[in-house]
């Protein structure tokens, strides 16, 4: 017994040999991919109607990658088509009723004109439809260089009032007045989405974005209504930052920040600082959120309709809607499609072969989407 428990007794006591390294995954491989299944209810699985707005400029080019991309991926999705424009006056009503009836909306971008005339459909849909949440997330890309490492920000901003009111009057010749319009109402409930988002999503810190050292009424009651939510989530930290303090924050430690609740303006303002320090207004997905109804969109508003060049030589960046689709998708319930998409965007990007001209490539929309679809697993 002795003699055979002897050499067993060395080699225990011996040293193991080092382990050979693991060999690298590509980011699609299945380290990727989750290791708990998700389980559906039953029907979960029947296809979903999506109101589809292509918009104006580029919304046509990018809209379309995305149906290429989802026909690519047979995703349980069907769209439902209307045209609709920036110089139409109003939003047509056939297109309210098929939002209201599924729920979810994909649009371009529709061109705002300037000055007098016709006013936002942008602000229309939001104002019909209660969409009181527009979320931005603003993050490095794997393989695209920019000034900044570790940006992930999700500026969250309320979506009905402020100065986007609309009320607008002139008092007498060569005086207009705009009115701010800032309720309790609207306060409390974009920070509890704010606060609920973070709690959701493991996030750790909630910054408030104001300019109540000026006007002390309107922003004031914004911050007093942050404050009064965030001590019901003490788990999450909550602080509070002067608009213009905040760019200036932004450009120079962008990475300090996390989820960001803000106004009406200041928000609009924010999330194109950010999408353009975390890569460009071209990769950033985004969308906006009601009781009822969410309509997804590229994140931010600068660029979403393009220019004349762009739109002539088809170069327009699909990145942001087709990430803004994954969002959708998850949002649907259809959690291993995005993540099929997000993916292959992601890779694409990494891979750095096919890129339009906003991130320093030549590539076209279509060469990008047949890269994305390329890269689907």
Known sequence: M??????????????????????????????SRRTVTYMPRPGDG??????????????PLVTGAVRQVMEAMHAPVYFETYEVHGDMPTVPPEVIESIRRNKVCLKGGL???????????????????????????????????????????VVIRENTEGEYSGLEHEVVPGVVESLKVITKFCSERIAKYAFEYAYLNNRKKVTAVHKANIMKLADGLFLESCREVAKKYPGIQYNEIIVDNCCMQLVGKP???????????????????????AG????????????????????????????EKILEKKRANPVALLLSSAMMLRHLQFPSFADRLETAVKNVIAEGKYRTKDLGGTSTTQEVTDAVIAKLD
């Open 255 to 277: 990475e300090q920040f996390d989820v960001m609740v803000t106004p009406n303006l200041y928000g609009n303002l924010v999330a194109n600082v950010a999408a353009g320090i």
């Open 46 to 59: 029947t296809p979903r109607g999506v109101t589809l707005i292509p918009g104006d400029g580029i919304g």
């Open 2 to 31: 002795a003699r055979r428990s002897t050499p067993l007794l060395r080699r225990l006591l011996a040293p193991s040999p080092s382990p050979s390294p693991a060999p690298s995954t590509p980011l699609a491989g299945a380290a």
């Open 111 to 153: 061109a705002t004109p300037v000055g007098g005339g016709v006013s936002s459909l942008n602000v229309q849909l939001r104002k019909e439809l209660d969409l009181y949440a527009a979320l931005v997330n603003c993050f490095n890309l794997p393989g695209l260089p920019t000034r900044h490492d570790n940006v992930d920000i």
């Open 280 to 307: 460009g207004t071209g990769v950033m997905p985004g969308g906006n959120a009601g009781q009822d109804h969410a309509v997804f969109e590229q994140g931010a508003s600068a660029g979403n309709v393009g220019n």
